[in-house]
């Protein structure tokens, strides 16, 4: 199972960037999809979960700017994320949880994308 991101790059303080990651592979099925992120020096950080269902969880400090959706026809999960700060800049990685048989999950990341947000 491979997870690929895009989207990421380089924003102004205030700006709108969308993340998109994809999965490809021996997919029964995708449980939890969403986003993580880690900034230099700092531990990796949970940004957004959906958990299916309808059920999504946010970070605090992203709370009301950004929004996660998927398609699961695609396999894929995207992050809208809007009014950016600088302190949003890190390394965003895409995870999932993979249903790779009838009995058996695993968690699988992407390469990871760099969104800077410059002051």
């Known amino acids: 199972v491979q997870l690929v991101e895009s989207g990421g790059g380089l924003v102004q303080a205030g700006g709108s960037l969308r993340l998109s990651c994809a999965a490809s592979?021996?997919?029964?099925?995708?449980?939890?999809m969403g986003w993580y992120r880690q900034a230099p020096g700092m531990v990796r950080e949970l940004v957004a979960l959906?958990?299916?269902?309808?059920?999504?969880n946010y970070a605090d400090s992203v709370k009301g700017r950004f929004t996660i959706s998927r398609d699961d026809t695609k396999n894929a999960v995207y992050l809208q994320m809007s009014s950016l700060k600088p302190e949003d800049t890190a390394v965003y990685y895409c995870?999932?949880?993979?249903?790779?048989?009838?009995?058996?999950?695993?968690?699988?990341w992407g390469q990871g994308t760099q969104v800077t947000v410059s002051s």
């Open positions: 995870f999932a949880n993979v249903l790779t048989s009838w009995t058996s999950t695993d968690d699988y």
């Open positions: 592979g021996s997919i029964f099925g995708i449980h939890r």
């Open positions: 959906d958990l299916r269902g309808g059920v999504r």
